[in-house]
């Protein structure tokens, strides 16, 4: 990661190189952060986050779920995005705010401890997301159950909830694959590490629900109301393990991975084994509305 522009930190931008914690904050040992991932692109308007208000909005539910009192107001913490932003000097970025119990009181309780709140900014390479976007990602079924809102709030955007994905991306790749797959306890579909998943079968395409352990993404949001304004039918319903494997298509959908395709599947290739018309439709559809090329989804974008 090139260290580029300031970090915003409690409400001031300190140097990217600066923006230090100490070794006994407490969301360092015990994951008790929620944070959010929101992009910046670069439009024939100049620059506009992408559904801004919907990020910082899921950022205070977090927090509230995890007893966490920002002490910001949604409208600084916007304004300090865009702020963040700005100082980064970057034309398209991927930003990071992230909320999180702070160094004064050790032990398992976190709330003795004050709240802190920083912002920053990276460029995201398209080499990054290479797999799904260029070509098809090759997807595992990971050995690692998703947790569930019986052991952890799954609609809160934690630190700590990415534990258990960090271990199912890291066996897939030491397999060789690009990306894992996590069944829930019930052995259904859940999501990939850090994407929500789609199926394409007969010309319809199915999500897993919100009950089925996943984050209710942002992207997801946007590809359902994208594909349901396109006149294709989307359902939401508990998918089975061999859907992935019968399936026309499959792809995934998150804010670094955008609308990525999924082409391979425990070696079993997803239909012909290439990227499928309607994963092709609806990540050209994604590029235009994030883009500003598409007048329907205007509101979604914030200029700054």
């Known amino acids: 990661m ?18 230090k914690v100490h070794v006994l904050t407490h969301a360092l040992h015990y994951s008790t952060a929620v ?23 899921r950022l205070f539910k977090s ?25 980064s000097g970057l034309r398209e970025c991927y930003i990071r705010p992230i909320a999180y119990y702070s160094y004064g009181v ?3 309780t976190p709330t003795p401890n004050k709240v802190d709140l920083a912002i920053a900014c990276w460029e995201w ?8 976007k260029v070509r098809g990602a090759r997807c595992k079924v990971s050995s690692w159950l998703r947790i569930d809102s019986r052991s952890q709030p799954m609609q809160a955007k934690a630190a700590s909830n990415y534990a258990n994905a960090a271990l199912a991306r890291m066996e897939a790749i030491r397999a060789g694959y690009d990306e894992a797959i996590m069944l ?8 990939g590490s850090a994407e929500n998943i789609f199926i394409v079968s007969g010309g319809r395409i ?4 919100l009950n089925a352990g996943i984050l209710d993404g942002i992207t997801r949001d946007s590809i359902i109301k994208i594909a349901r ?8 319903r508990d998918v089975d393990r061999d859907e992935l494997y019968t399936a026309d298509e499959v792809f995934m959908t998150g804010t670094a991975a955008e609308v990525s395709s999924v082409t391979e599947v425990d070696d079993v290739p997803v239909g012909d084994g290439r990227m499928g018309q309607t994963t092709r439709r609806l990540q050209e559809l994604f590029f235009e509305a994030s883009r500003g090329r598409d007048e329907r989804f205007s509101d979604w974008l914030v200029p700054i």
């Open 35 to 57: 944070f959010e991932g929101i992009r910046c692109y670069h439009t024939g308007r100049g620059k506009v986050i992408f559904r801004l208000g919907e990020h910082v909005e």
């Open 184 to 191: 829930n306890y019930q052995g259904k579909v859940s999501e």
């Open 206 to 209: 199915s999500t897993p629900p």
């Open 125 to 132: 390479k398209t080499g990054e997301s290479t797999a799904g």
């Open 106 to 108: 050790m032990g398992l």
């Open 2 to 19: 090139r260290e580029q522009g300031r970090i915003w930190m409690n409400g001031k931008l300190v140097p990217f190189g600066s923006a």
């Open 229 to 236: 304004a396109e006149g294709i039918d989307v359902e939401e």
């Open 63 to 87: 927090a509230k779920i995890y007893s966490m009192k920002i002490p910001f107001s949604r409208k600084e913490v916007s304004e300090g995005i865009v702020r963040t932003v700005l100082a």
